[in-house]
């Protein structure tokens, strides 16, 4: 990824941004503009800019209840009612495959929230493609030219979707090392492809098919039922239902990747959902992705 690139999709998310907050976030120089992974926004603060080594400040500018508003309206293309149900988990996604996260007021009725009012603060994150960012660990993933289950761990912001989103794209595209595979895409937050009316705004190979916005649970066996996938992927198994939709679809014989918020192979087995996901015997390998920015590195542990 060039740093022209990076930079590049910074200016495209700041195009949600209002007349005076965009100015000032397209004055910053362009290396600076490369390596920001979000923009966020709090009512009667000044805008935060969010880089792998912490949250910077934008010089000057103040947020007010207005510009979320605005940042809002243009995110859902000035149509609040089609994003409801995205709104209702506290997020929009919007063209281009930009999340925008939100907080406010939440509207719960009995075990679901009906929706968020009041927003009182914005995140943006700015996705990057990374072809060819899974190369290096694709070998150690294949079993006779054959994907293996794998897990993918990293601490929050680590690059684990990033690193899930260009396997899918490898497997699905094929390489040299593998044949073209079906990969059914489960996107409940709409992080790994941003599908957008339909369309995925992030290349995730020409043999994907993506369940966009249902929960895992619910995902895996539509998916087995309907699409007979090769590699199901997903994004932050983090659920006991998320684990059960795994380890059920372990004797379909399709492959399973995920990722899991976790540092080491002795972190995921100190949570109990590390714990089942270990102990379902589906997974064959766990990628480790370690360091932070350019200094960010991935390896591969085989399981017993």
Known sequence: MTEEYAASRYEEACALLPGRLRAAALALPLHHKAQIEEIRLRIGRQAYLTQPEGETPLPGAMVTRSDLEQVLDKATEYSRYTAAETIRHGYVTAAGGFRVGLCGTALPSGDVNEGVRDVSSLAIRIPRVREGAA??????????????????????????????????????????????????????????????????????????????????????????RSMTPQVIALDEVALPADVEAVCAAAGCGAALLATVHAASTAELESRLVGRRLLECGVFKRIVLIEGRGSARRSRVERLA
């Open 135 to 224: 190369l290096p660990v694709l070998p150690e993933l294949l079993e006779d030219g054959r994907p293996a289950s794998a897990l993918i761990l990293s601490p929050p912001g680590g690059g684990k979707t990033t690193l899930l989103r260009d396997l899918v794209r490898l497997l699905s595209q094929g390489t040299e090392a593998c044949r073209p595979c079906r990969v059914a895409l489960v996107d409940e937050r709409g992080e790994l492809a941003a599908v957008h009316r339909g369309r995925p705004q992030l290349e995730v190979g020409c043999h994907t098919d993506v369940m966009d916005g249902c929960p895992k649970h619910l995902a895996v066996p539509m998916l087995l």
